[in-house]
Nanobody, 123 residues
Framework: QVQLVESGGGLVQAGGSLRLSCAAS?????MGWFRQAPGKEREFVAG????????EYAESVKGRFTISRDNAQNTMYLHMNSLKPDDTAVYYC???????????????????WGQGTQVTVSS
């Protein structure tokens, strides 16, 4: 079992930046960021394996967002630059505790989820 707590969301103007954090209560392996806008399904944003050596991004955020992690602090980050109004959503972090778990792009690939943090980008 692990608890995940996101932070860092807020209101920002288009073109601005935010850094989201996901603090885990224990060791995790593959982790990911997902987002859900009103009336839409939850979608994959970025994922990272345990070592940080493998990262994956949705096409819509590639080149603007960077995922990273600090295993000593059991924390994952999402650095978001050049934000657009379409990035407005609740952002969730997710984790898998299986050793050597792969980065997955589907919600079913992660058994543990945080409560979400709101990101609002104004035009």
């Amino acid at each position: 079992q692990v608890q995940l707590v996101e932070s860092g969301g807020g209101l920002v103007q288009a073109g601005g930046s935010l850094r989201l954090s996901c603090a885990a209560s224990g060791r995790t392996y593959a982790m990911g960021w997902f987002r859900q806008a009103p009336g839409k399904e939850r979608e994959f944003v970025a994922g990272i394996n345990w070592s940080g050596g493998i990262t994956e991004y949705a096409e819509s955020v590639k080149g603007r967002f960077t995922i990273s992690r600090d295993n000593a602090q059991n924390t994952m980050y999402l650095h978001m630059n050049s934000l657009k109004p379409d990035d407005t959503a609740v952002y969730y972090c997710a984790a898998d505790l299986s050793i050597f778990a792969l980065v997955r792009r589907t919600t079913s690939g992660y058994p543990y989820w945080g409560q979400g943090t709101q990101v609002t980008v104004s035009s």
